[in-house]
């Protein structure tokens, strides 16, 4: 009901780009919001982006005009485009899914930027 798996993960040079994925196991729009996150080694995990079931979209600073959050409805999919990366950008990104009653993660997929 809540298992969420990403992919699209990996290295890339500085001002590269990648797309992940989360494919939920049920209907997206059972979430009242799904997003992605990230860690860096040392760090603390910390939000990236959200689109909620209405379709609202949140930010973190540093990924605004960089990132794009978006979802597929047909495919129980949501994606993050990720533009011109930074090594900054370099962290496992995990997806999350929200409902009421629930709170779901991906096991998460590491993306790495660097020349």
């Known amino acids: 009901q809540g298992e969420l798996v990403e992919s699209g993960g990996g290295l890339v040079q500085p001002g590269g780009s990648l797309r992940l994925s989360c494919a939920a196991s049920?209907?997206?729009?059972?979430?009242?919001?799904m997003g992605w996150y990230r860690q860096a080694p040392g760090k603390q995990r910390e939000m990236v982006a959200t689109?909620?079931?209405?379709?609202?979209?949140d930010y973190a600073d540093s990924a605004k005009g960089r990132f794009t959050i978006s979802r597929d409805s047909a495919k129980n999919t949501v994606y993050l485009q990720m533009n011109s990366l930074k090594p900054e950008d370099t962290a496992v990104y995990y997806c999350?899914?929200?409902?009421?009653?629930?709170?779901?993660w991906g096991q998460g997929t590491q993306v790495t930027v660097s020349s």
């Open positions: 049920g209907n997206i729009f059972s979430f009242y919001v």
């Open positions: 999350r899914a929200r409902r009421i009653g629930g709170n779901y």
């Open positions: 689109i909620t079931s209405g379709g609202s979209l």
